[in-house]
């Protein structure tokens, strides 16, 4: 991917990145699971050996809907093939933090708890973070399917990183609580404590950025997006 198009993509809200990717690559000529008990993925549906991966629309709506237990606990529709889209793995991670700001804000007015950070990057977010970490830290994989999948976005390290600093720039720019830490002493009735933004900003940065040579203050465009 170029630099162009992956800011192209930021830009977009949820709805209209589907649309692009489903224009972009083309729909699913198949369902993900074989039948309604969802307990076998059907292999047909994989694209992995063209670099792309399989995203659920409606995850914006119901968790992990590859797995066979989440998806026993949803609606079938939601693995239908035309609920279905590709992606290669920084497109990926773009349809998980639209479903997390989305996810968020549809339920909340304000971020003025620092413990809410994780509203934004769980469950999504963190294992896709966490898949293109291994993969960027081992230049690549033994997996077959994966390696090849990495080979679509192993020219992207700066976009990837450009993509996480603008995320974290996006929490600080939302958060409307306490930045400083307060203690009160223990033997007050009233004892209260909350985390540090600072600390728990850095924090983030570790979560999504664990590769020894990733720091998420370096700058490689420009300017950030606010998403």
């Not at 050996?49 to 709506?61: F, R, S, W, Y």
């Not at 990183?161 to 306490?178: A, H, P, Q, R």
Request: proline share 1%; charged share 30%; glycine share 4%.
């Amino acid at each position: 991917m170029d630099k162009e198009e992956i800011i192209k993509e930021m830009e977009m809200d949820y709805d209209q990145l589907v649309q692009y990717l489903l224009n972009k690559y083309g729909g699913s000529k198949y369902d993900y699971f074989v039948n309604e008990s969802c307990k076998t993925k059907n292999k047909k549906v994989t694209r992995s050996n063209e670099g792309l991966l399989c995203h659920h629309i409606d995850e914006d709506k119901g968790y992990c809907l590859c797995s066979p237990v989440a998806a026993q606990c949803f609606s079938f529709e939601y693995q239908k093939k035309e609920r279905l889209v590709y992606c290669n793995y920084i497109e990926h991670l773009l349809l998980h933090i639209l479903i997390g700001k989305n996810s968020y804000w549809k339920r909340r007015s304000t971020l003025e708890s620092t413990t809410a950070f994780n509203l934004f990057i769980t469950p999504g977010m963190g294992y896709i973070c966490s898949d293109i970490n291994g993969l960027f830290e081992k230049n690549g994989s033994s997996l077959k399917w994966k390696q090849r999948c990495y080979q679509e976005i192993k020219d992207n390290f700066d976009d990837y990183i450009f993509i996480l600093n603008s995320f974290i720039e996006y929490l600080f720019n939302n958060y409307t609580g306490k930045k400083e830490y307060m203690k009160l002493d223990r033997d007050k009735s009233t004892f209260k404590s909350h985390r540090d933004f600072d600390s728990e900003i850095d924090r983030m940065k570790r979560t999504l950025s664990s590769i020894s040579h990733i720091e998420l203050n370096q700058t490689v465009y420009e300017r950030l997006l606010d998403f």
